[in-house]
């Protein structure tokens, strides 16, 4: 064995340094016996710093380094070394990672075509039209890849998919391209023996008119299309009785809107013109003044009735306002000229735009076709316009993200072109298509550089870089597994829908907060504030807030383990069991999501624990968690994970603090394996802020979103440097790690070739 690290010495020299002669004793002691040789435990071949591949041993080194710092390795039954030797191999390991990173030849790698996740196609409708549609509840599932559902190697596309699409396309078209016209409204019209009782007995609903002989009403859906002002037309005629008019009240989703004296027996038209808001609407026509009169001696004048035979709903009556969003797209059809000629000039503001680059002149005579074709087998205009943008929101060069290169690459690799830049950091950082001023700057070949910083920072500053907390964030703390969670209700009564939307915007507020105030991405772990509402208030058992929505809170000394994500209930809900907390899903979900360490899966047979579902305590669960550690092949794992799991215990399955369970007292205590003691949530986060891990993760996990595919070795190597030299510095923000990736090799550049 000392022969083999005699041939790695060279592989191990740090210029200006002899390193390798103070490790040789102490790695072939410690290390080799293990992790070299016939066996290789964790899958980590030490024999990989002999190699002539640099990327290989320098990969080794850091992952050497990461174990050491954790003090996992060696594993606890091994002889250790003393606190000297330790210090001195991490200092070798981040003497041999500076000096042989900055060297490595960086390549792009290759990632797969995307297409749109379903957030990413509901923001670029929202932002190039102004509208949204409800045909995207029946869009497919995204798929999840390394955890994001903007992977080209996950996302799948099926003739579903493409159904799906083309019918929320369709919808779309209509509402952008609505054919109004105020002069020739639509005219929505409702028997009235055809809609529904709504309250009251007496009321025939048999013959050609609907007969309220009691204090009753009638029901009616109706669906508009904007808001705006409606008329309804009502033809209604009374039995009149007593010394007053039959009257009918109308109410629109159970409001009152106007009460209508009836005096005239034979039917007639009633109109009132009322202010309404698009979307579905319940409208109902109640009779009001019931009266009978029996001994009346005139027979016509015993009993009130009202009698409805039609109920009309007319409009939009008002001059529609163009939406801001839209403004451009109706601005590009010229008001003259031939058909063709209209529709060409559209097709190519609108290809654009929807397209993310140029349209080629075939491209654009194409789409006019279907224009011009529609109005010569006699449809209006506005049907060729919808279809034309229905074509065009259908097409494989919306749904998906095309990144073609340049032509000045290195050999085998090219810059994306300025279109495919503009969509990567539009997509990066608003999870939408790029507006005007990226595809204007794409378009003239100046997106790089400096020009490219400064508009990654604009980008960031507008509302809609709020993506990178509802979705980039959503999915890397899994707040969307938050619907999927189902405490015991018996357990834990008043866990709902609500108390999960509060959960979720919490956290995803946090975030915002950081990014928005340039705080440093620590403060994610251990803030002095938080947001609340009214019910999140009385959960956490905070001060209300003075309002109905959020509003930010500063947290007291005894308050501020609600300030970073571990404090949150999304977190501390999505790691637990239905029944009790999971001190092991917690530390797996430390591990995996916070410092990058995710524990590789259990040994076959020693996945569960026995009787797990039946413990109802953390002291109970703490000694079966002992025992499962005892085992050679889980305690390697379990010594940190579970310590880092029950520094959480004081925490109970949908986050509200607790000191005792049915078992008494809870401890919430755990020793690291380098023998430092963990005393509750308090003293986690320290761990965590003090931990490098953390800011690597979060830049690795941003990398991974905004280019698209995982970390390679080499990505890892670069990405763990650029994050040290930031932590250097002390502070750390977000757009600090954002603008990281966006100069970086992989997300400028893609290769080519095979």
Excluded at 562 to 585: E, F, I, M, Q
Excluded at 595 to 605: C, D, E, H, I, V
Aim: aromatic share 6%.
């Amino acid at each position: 064995m000392r022969a083999f690290l005699v041939s790695i010495a060279p592989a191990l020299a740090v210029p200006g340094q002899s390193p390798f002669a103070a490790q040789h004793e102490r790695i072939e002691r410690l290390c080799v016996d293990c992790h070299g040789g016939d066996t290789t435990k964790g899958k980590l071949d030490l024999r990989a710093l002999s190699t002539a591949d640099t990327v290989v041993w320098l990969t080794t080194v850091s992952r050497m380094r990461d174990r050491v710092r954790a003090a996992e390795m060696p594993p606890a039954d091994a002889e250790q070394p003393t606190a000297a030797e330790r210090a001195d191999l991490l200092a070798w390991c981040e003497a041999t990672l500076r000096a042989g990173v900055p060297g490595l030849p960086v390549t792009p790698g290759r990632t797969t075509i995307r297409r749109l996740s379903r957030v990413e196609w509901e923001n670029s409708i929202r932002d190039l039209f102004g509208v949204r549609s409800a045909a995207i509840a029946a869009f497919p599932a995204d798929d999840l890849g390394y955890g994001f559902d903007n992977i080209g190697d996950a996302l799948s596309f099926s003739t579903l998919h493409l159904e799906k699409y083309l019918a929320a396309a369709a919808d779309v078209a209509a509402q952008v391209f609505d054919g109004e016209d105020p002069a020739h409204p639509t005219v929505r019209r409702f028997e009235a023996e055809a809609m529904t009782l709504v309250d009251g007995p007496g009321a025939s609903l048999d013959g050609d008119v609907a007969g309220l002989y009691t204090n009753s009403a009638v029901g009616q859906p109706v669906t508009l299309p904007r808001d705006g002002r409606y008329r309804l037309r009502i033809l209604v005629g009374a039995d009149q009785a007593g010394d007053e008019p039959a009257k009918m009240l109308l109410r629109i989703d159970g409001r009152d809107l106007d009460s209508m004296a009836i005096g005239e027996r034979k039917p007639a038209v009633q109109e009132r013109e009322f202010e309404f808001a698009g979307g579905r609407h319940r409208l109902d026509l109640a009779f009001t003044n019931d009266f009978w009169d029996p001994k009346n001696p005139d027979e016509r004048r015993r009993d009130r009735n009202l009698r409805i035979d039609w109920v009309e709903v007319v409009g939009p009556i008002d001059v529609r306002t163009v939406p801001a969003a839209q403004q451009w797209l109706h601005a590009a059809l010229p008001k003259h000229g031939t058909v063709a000629a209209r529709a060409r000039a559209l097709a190519r503001a609108l290809l654009l735009r929807v397209w993310r680059r140029p349209p080629g002149d075939d491209e654009t005579a194409r789409l006019a076709r279907l224009v011009v074709d529609a109005v010569a087998a006699g449809e209006p205009l506005t049907q060729g316009l919808r279809l034309l943008l229905t074509a065009a929101l259908a097409s494989p060069h919306f749904l998906f993200r095309g990144e073609p290169g340049g032509t000045d690459g290195k050999a085998g690799v090219a810059p994306l072109s300025g279109f495919a830049l503009a969509s990567r950091l539009s997509f990066f950082l608003w999870s939408s298509a790029p507006d005007p001023t990226l595809l204007e700057l794409a378009g003239n070949g100046t997106l790089t550089g400096a020009v490219l910083r400064e508009q990654a920072l604009r980008l960031l500053v507008d509302p809609r870089s709020d993506a990178l907390a509802t979705n980039f964030a959503a999915q890397w703390l899994e707040l969307r597994a938050l619907p999927e969670r189902t405490p015991d209700p018996a357990r834990y009564p008043g866990f709902d829908d609500g108390l999960r939307t509060s959960f979720r915007r919490q956290t995803e507020l946090l975030f915002l907060t950081v990014l928005r105030e340039n705080r440093d991405v620590r403060e994610l772990l251990d803030a002095d504030f938080t947001h609340v509402d009214a019910r999140l208030a009385e959960f956490y058992g905070l001060p209300a807030p003075p309002g109905d929505g959020f509003e930010r809170v500063a947290l007291a000394s005894d308050q501020r383990l609600r300030g970073g994500v571990l404090g949150h209930g999304s977190v501390l809900a999505v790691t637990s069991n239905p029944t009790r907390t999971s001190p092991v899903k917690r530390g797996k979900w430390i591990l995996d999501n916070l410092l990058g360490q995710a524990p590789p899966a259990p040994p076959p047979g020693n996945d569960t624990l026995a009787g797990e579902a039946q413990i109802d305590s953390a002291k109970t669960f703490r000694e079966q968690l002992a025992q499962h550690r005892a085992k050679p092949e889980c305690a390697g794992c379990h010594v940190r994970m579970d310590t880092l799991g029950f520094a959480l215990e004081n925490f109970d399955a949908v986050g509200r603090y607790r000191v005792a369970d049915a078992g008494g007292v809870i401890d919430a205590s755990g020793a690291l394996p380098d023998g430092r003691q963990i005393r509750g949530l308090a003293e986690l986060q320290a761990v965590l802020r003090d931990d490098p891990a953390f800011v690597r993760t979060l830049l690795r996990k941003l990398f991974v979103y905004g280019v698209g595919r995982d970390v390679a070795p080499i990505d890892r190597l670069v990405l763990d440097q650029r994050a040290d030299e930031l932590l250097a510095n002390g502070k750390v923000t977000l757009p600090d790690l954002l603008l990281v990736v966006v100069h970086s090799e992989p997300f400028l550049r893609r290769s080519v070739g095979r």
